[in-house]
């Protein structure tokens, strides 16, 4: 069995083969560690290798990690799971980024629980790409409307857009899946030049981060390449 060190190693190559073949920067990638269902030691073993950014889907266990690894003061908290309106306080404190914010009433809570004397709380719409039923996210049509507003809340920086493309699609449809997240970041940064950044993609996972490096992605959210596959859930 190859240990976290040794996959963390892997992917960073991955990445670094994906970019140059899309003739991108190197470090115009990042890789996001899904730490979901991992203990704080696979985590500290991570961050031993270097790795300082992990997404986590589930509050309490994440607060969990976080104090457990309390010592460990370079790390950077991602919350990529779906945000119940009462979550949104503890959310708004423990983390630096959110990278599934669906819909404006979380936003709203967000801005307004972000201490403001934290650094603005850094936001990636979550888009149901490929419109299925079971997927969490807003629809393209809602975009507009809705990097308009969240561009207004003081304590958030708008950053991009997150999605995961239905899996269980041929090759050619994921790619036009990451292809049309691409298109419209950047026609959304054209048409609300004022609403934060929007410099980031986050898309891509263990299999297919390839895929979404050539088509733009900046974050890849990578758990089981990393940490080997997730035990079933009960
Ligand atoms: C679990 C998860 C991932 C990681 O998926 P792997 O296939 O294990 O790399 C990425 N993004 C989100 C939102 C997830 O929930």
Redesign the pocket.
Known sequence: MSSIADNIGSVTRRIQKATLRAGRAPESVRLLA?S?TRTADELRQAAAAGQTAF?E?YLQEALDKQAALADLTNIDWHF??PIQSNKTRQIAAAFSWV??VDRLKIARRLSEQREPGLAPLNICLQVNIDNEDSKAGCSLAELDELVEAVGELPNLSLRGLMA?PDPDQPESGLRSSFRTLANTLRSLRQQHPGAGPLDTLSMG???DLEMAIEEGATWV?????LFGK?PAKS
């Open positions: 899904v979901k997404g889907n990529i799971g990278h599934s995961i996972m263990s299999g959210r990578v758990g089981t390449a997730r």
